[in-house]
Antibody, heavy 113, light 112 residues
């Protein structure tokens, strides 16, 4: 059974860059599926950030495209999210997922000085 | 972007009674490959979303058969035949036909 786990800082300062990693176990990323990131501001709904196939180009939400990078490291069976120029509006729980059937528990990221 | 709307936004249900949630998309979700990529997810309190239904009507592994999905084009419905206490949470519809993937606002279901 596939399991995903997000890791990264819980607190980021405004204008800084967020880097999150999703570690996957129980399934090889290079076996298939798209791998994605989704976020959820406190008390609000879900926003798709983007996704990537292990051997293909990523797809990004146009609303974040200028700031986001998703990459895959098949040797570590991990994929990562990088989001630049963070603001308070980026405060959210960030989920990684084997799109769309298996989700990690989520990682709360707060943007504050 | 495809806009997903859901009705109602909240629902209070007596255990054992049925429940129904409507989801509408601003554009047809029929993909050029002939499939319709409409999903239903449930987010239980304090948990990540979990997949219930994919491609309109197929239950994901382990999902009880009291959950069913139907619809086509732009109109979709999730039905729970007999609500149980463990079904509380927020139900989201989501489309994966077009980029960017988009979610409905969610329907909060609680037990009377």
């Amino acid at each position: 059974q596939v399991q995903l786990q997000e890791s990264g800082p819980g607190l980021v300062k405004p204008s800084e860059t967020l880097s999150l990693t999703c570690s996957v176990s129980g399934y090889s990323i290079s076996s298939g599926y798209r791998w994605g990131w989704i976020r959820q501001p406190p008390g609000m709904g879900l926003e798709w950030i983007g996704s990537i196939f292990y051997s293909g180009s990523p797809f990004y939400n146009p609303s974040l495209m200028s700031r986001v990078t998703i990459s895959v490291d098949t040797s570590k069976n991990q994929f990562s999210l990088r989001l630049t120029s963070m603001t308070a509006a980026d405060t959210a729980v960030y989920y990684c997922a084997r799109w769309p059937d298996s989700w990690g528990p989520g990682s709360l990221v707060t943007v504050s000085s | 972007d495809i806009v997903m709307t859901q009705t109602p936004l909240s629902l209070s249900v007596t255990p054992g009674q049925p429940a129904s949630i409507s989801c509408k998309s601003s554009q047809s979700l029929l993909h050029s490959d002939g499939k319709t990529y409409l999903y239903w997810l449930l987010q239980k309190p304090g948990q990540p979303p979990q997949l219930l239904i994919y491609e309109v009507s197929t239950r994901f592994s382990g999902v009880p058969d009291r959950f069913s999905g139907s619809g086509s084009g732009t109109d979709f419905t999730l039905k729970i035949s007999r609500v149980e206490a463990e079904d509380v949470g927020v139900y989201y519809c989501m489309q994966s036909t077009q980029l960017p993937r988009t979610f409905g606002p969610g329907t909060k279901v609680d037990i009377k």
